[in-house]
C-alpha cells in the first residue's frame, strides 16, 4: 500500500561553479533574471510578440535570411534530431562526415530514419577533408543529406565548412551543420558558406541554461522538407507542425518553453550588445592566451592550430598523471568544472571549453594557475607560473 512520505526537508540550493567543460557554461545573472519573469500562456499577445523578436535575432545570429529560423524545444541533441528526421526517409542515401563522437550521433540518427548511410571519417582530432567527401559523393550518387559538426566538441576540431557544402550541392545534397558547440563564439555564416540547415543549444556559447535549441532551414531544404513521400517519424519535432506556431502564433503544437524563450532573448541580446564580431574576435583572443599558458606549462594541444576550436580545447594529459584527479582537484578547489575525454579520447585528454560568459580573461588566468597546483600535487613538474606568465602576456599584448 502506498503510504505518503513526510514532507521532504530536501532544500535544493545549487553550488556557484565555474563551467569550464563542454557546456553548459556560465548564465549571466540578467539571463537568470529574465527567466524568473511572469510565465504567460503561449497564445498571449506578449508571447507572440517574444517570437517574432527571437526570430529576427536568431537569423542575424545564424546569418541567415531564412523565413524558416525558429527554435526548438528541447536541448541541442532534440534540434539534431529535427534537422535528420525532417529530411531522412526510409532509403535515402545520406554522406555523414564523422569526425568525433558528435558527429557520429548524426550518422546514428540518419540510421534510425531508415537512411542509407554511409559516412567519410577523419581521425579524431583532425577534419574531414573536403576531398574525400567530393569522391564519396560522386562514387554513390544521388545522395540527398550530407552532415557535418562544425564544432566538434569531442576532439576540439573547428571544421572548414564552405567547402564541404560546395561538394553537397554540386551532387545535388543538401548541407546539415551541427553548430551546437560554436555558433555566437566562432564564426558561422550560413547564407555565405550555403548551409541548408543549421541548428545550435542554448547552454554553450549562449549562455542560456538548457532546454531551448535554434535551428534554420534553407528554402532548399523547404522544398526538400515538404516535398516528402511520408511524414516526418517524430510527431514532435515535425517541422511543418512545428513552423504553424511561428507563423501563425496562436495555433496550438505543444507548450513552448515560455521561461526559456524569455532567457534566450536576453542571451541574444547580451550577444547584439557586444556586436557579434566583436564576441568572436574576444573569444579567439582569449583562447590563444589560454593556450600560450598551457604550451607554456608543457602540456601539448590535441588538435594543430590552423583547426583549433577556440570555444573547446583539448589538451594532452602527461604521461603518469591522474586525469581524473585532475579535474577532482579543480572542482574541490577552485569549483572549476573541466571534462575528461570521450570515446578514444578517454583518459587521455582534458576537454577546456571557453564558451560564453564563463569565456573570460579572468577565468583562463584562475584555470591555469589551479591547473599548475593540481599537476604539482602529483608531482608532475610544472614551471611556476609560466602559464599565467605567457597567458597575461599574450592578454596584454591583445
Ligand atoms: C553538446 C553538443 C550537442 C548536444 O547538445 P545537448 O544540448 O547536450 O543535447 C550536439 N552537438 C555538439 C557539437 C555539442 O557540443
Given at each position: 500500500m502506498y503510504a505518503a512520505p513526510a514532507m521532504t526537508d530536501f532544500v535544493f540550493d545549487p553550488p556557484q561553479r565555474i563551467l569550464l567543460g563542454p557546456g553548459p557554461s556560465d548564465v549571466p545573472a540578467r539571463v537568470l533574471s529574465a527567466l524568473a519573469r511572469p510565465t504567460v500562456g503561449y497564445m498571449d499577445r506578449s508571447y507572440t510578440d517574444l517570437l517574432a523578436a527571437l526570430q529576427v535575432q536568431l537569423r542575424g545570429l545564424f546569418r541567415t535570411d531564412n523565413t524558416e529560423t525558429l527554435t526548438i524545444t528541447g536541448p541541442g541533441t532534440a534540434a539534431m534530431e529535427a534537422a535528420i528526421y525532417n529530411v531522412v526517409e526510409a532509403g535515402d542515401r545520406v554522406v555523414c562526415c564523422v569526425h568525433g563522437y558528435f558527429a557520429d550521433r548524426m550518422r546514428q540518427m540518419a540510421e534510425r530514419c531508415g537512411g542509407d548511410v554511409t559516412v567519410v571519417s577523419a581521425d579524431w582530432g583532425k577534419p574531414v577533408d573536403a576531398d574525400a567527401l567530393k569522391a564519396e559523393l560522386a562514387r554513390r550518387g544521388g545522395a540527398k543529406l550530407v552532415t557535418v559538426t562544425h564544432g566538434e566538441t569531442s576532439t576540439g576540431v573547428r571544421q572548414p565548412v564552405a567547402d564541404l557544402s560546395a561538394a553537397a550541392h554540386a551532387h545535388g545534397a543538401l548541407m546539415c551543420v551541427d553548430t551546437?558547440?560554436?555558433?555566437?563564439g566562432v564564426e558561422f555564416a550560413m547564407d555565405d558558406w550555403d548551409v541548408d540547415i543549421a541548428y545550435t543549444g542554448?547552454?554553450?556559447?549562449?549562455?542560456v541554461p538548457p532546454g531551448i535549441s535554434p535551428i534554420s532551414f534553407s528554402p532548399r531544404a523547404m522544398d526538400v522538407v515538404r516535398g516528402r513521400k511520408t511524414p516526418c517519424a517524430s510527431w514532435f519535432l515535425d517541422l511543418l507542425a512545428n513552423l504553424t506556431v511561428w507563423e501563425r502564433p496562436n495555433k496550438y503544437h505543444h507548450t513552448g518553453a515560455v521561461n526559456l524563450s524569455y532567457a534566450l532573448h536576453e542571451g541574444l541580446r547580451i550577444i547584439e550588445e557586444e556586436g557579434l564580431g566583436e564576441r568572436i574576435a574576444r573569444v579567439q583572443r582569449t583562447a590563444e592566451a589560454m593556450w600560450a599558458g598551457l604550451e607554456a606549462m608543457g602540456l601539448p594541444l590535441v588538435v594543430d592550430a590552423a583547426h583549433r576550436l577556440p570555444t573547446l580545447t583539448t589538451v594532452r594529459v602527461p604521461d603518469g598523471v591522474d586525469e581524473a584527479r585532475v579535474r577532482a582537484e579543480l572542482m574541490s578547489g577552485y569549483g572549476i568544472e573541466i571534462a575528461g575525454g570521450l570515446g578514444p579520447f578517454a583518459g587521455k585528454v582534458w576537454r577546456i571549453g571557453l564558451m560564453g560568459a564563463s569565456c573570460s580573461a579572468r577565468n583562463v588566468l584562475l584555470l591555469l594557475t589551479a591547473l599548475e597546483g593540481a599537476l604539482t600535487e602529483q608531482?608532475?613538474?610544472?614551471?611556476?607560473r609560466a602559464g599565467a606568465a605567457a597567458a597575461s602576456e599574450r592578454l596584454n599584448a591583445g
Open positions: 551546437v558547440a560554436s555558433l555566437g542554448s547552454q554553450k556559447c549562449l549562455s608531482g608532475h613538474g610544472v614551471s611556476p
